[in-house]
């Protein structure tokens, strides 16, 4: 039988993959670039999670290397982000969080070279379904080119955050976790920031009129909860099924995405066949794993 951890875990995991269908909406409607936008998001985060680990008395002393494995952890994430709204406003949510879906292909990548195990035959075509699915969705399109170059990017770097974040996070407790990760993304972020500017002027620095409302929903909801279901997530169920069932994530963006800016030029057959292959490929790993546990 399935033990109640993974009925937990599975339920969580959903739970995170539709609240996760809201990040990309709100970075199309927030008015910074990528960049300014992620350090926004990780310095909000960091000082409400500060705030309450101190008023929990929760804050854990750790030594310095233990900080740094899990700042290092944060820079992946930040760097993550930084390309998947970079792949937003390049295009439309659309193609951010389909490309978003070659998450499962490059787990099945990297996770055997990295955790040095057995490569996966049926995880490795398992992805390439959803591979099918985006290019069928979109036929890489090349007027969004660049968005889509990005999106690849940050596909991959989430990829290798979602195991480094698995290896590291079942050595400390999950609260203290996300807070050293937004301050280690935060820090390199900020030491970043000035060199992209002087590259790539950002425009305004500061967040004006709904950004506010938007960016704290973002942070309290998108990035502190949601982040903590992802390390409690990643603690009970393995990283290429959760990364897998994250591809539901588009199909959640996907159809907000249509109902507020009215994304529809691409609602066709093979758009339709093509988000069928990705929901397809994480029903069968789902089902897979879930087979295994019985």
């Known amino acids: 039988m399935i033990n109640g951890n993974t009925n937990k875990g599975f339920?969580?995991?959903?739970?995170?993959?539709?609240?996760?269908?809201?990040t990309g909406v709100l970075g199309r409607l927030i008015?910074?670039?990528?960049?300014?936008?992620?350090?926004?998001?990780?310095?909000?985060?960091?000082a409400l999670m500060a705030l309450f680990?101190?008023?929990?008395?929760?804050?854990?002393?750790?030594?310095f290397n233990d900080i740094c494995q899990m700042g290092g952890v944060?820079?992946?994430?930040?760097?993550?982000?930084?390309?998947?709204?970079?792949?937003?406003?390049?295009?439309?949510?659309?193609?951010?969080v389909v490309c978003f879906s070659l998450v499962g292909f490059f787990t099945a990548l990297f996770d055997p070279i990295i955790n040095k195990h057995k490569f996966s035959i049926s995880e490795?075509?398992?992805?390439?379904?959803?591979?099918?699915?985006?290019?069928?969705?979109?036929?890489?399109?090349?007027?969004?080119?660049?968005?889509?170059?990005?999106g690849i990017v940050s596909s991959a770097l989430y990829a290798l955050f979602a195991i480094a974040n698995q290896h590291?996070?079942?050595?400390?407790?999950?609260?203290?976790?996300?807070?050293?990760?937004?301050?280690?993304?935060?820090?390199?972020?900020?030491?970043?920031?000035?060199?992209?500017?002087?590259?790539i002027p950002v425009g305004k620095l500061m967040p004006t009129g709904l950004d506010y409302p938007?960016?704290?929903?973002?942070?309290?909801?998108?990035?502190?909860?949601?982040?903590?279901?992802?390390?409690?997530v990643l603690q009970k169920i393995d990283a290429?099924?959760?990364?897998?069932?994250?591809?539901?994530?588009?199909?959640?963006?996907?159809?907000?995405?249509?109902?507020?800016?009215n994304e529809y030029q691409d609602l066709n057959f093979s758009f339709i066949l093509g988000i069928a292959l990705i929901i397809i490929s994480v029903a069968l790993q789902t089902w897979s794993k879930l087979k295994v546990l019985k």
Not at 214 to 232: N, R
């Open 124 to 150: 490795f075509l398992f992805s390439i379904l959803t591979v099918c699915g985006v290019y069928l969705i979109f036929h890489f399109d090349t007027r969004y080119r660049l968005g889509i170059v990005f």
């Open 240 to 261: 290429f099924t959760v990364n897998l069932t994250y591809n539901l994530e588009s199909v959640y963006s996907i159809i907000i995405a249509m109902l507020i800016f």
């Open 74 to 96: 944060g820079v992946l994430l930040c760097l993550h982000w930084v390309f998947f709204y970079a792949s937003i406003k390049a295009s439309n949510v659309s193609i951010g």
């Open 168 to 199: 590291v996070g079942k050595r400390y407790e999950a609260k203290n976790m996300l807070f050293w990760e937004m301050v280690g993304g935060l820090v390199v972020l900020s030491v970043i920031l000035p060199i992209y500017n002087y590259f």
């Open 31 to 46: 008015e910074l670039d990528s960049a300014v936008l992620v350090w926004h998001r990780m310095a909000w985060a960091a």
């Open 214 to 232: 938007y960016i704290a929903f973002m942070v309290v909801v998108c990035t502190i909860g949601l982040c903590l279901l992802q390390i409690i």
């Open 53 to 63: 680990l101190l008023f929990r008395k929760d804050l854990k002393r750790y030594k």
């Open 11 to 22: 339920l969580l995991l959903h739970l995170s993959v539709f609240i996760a269908g809201f």
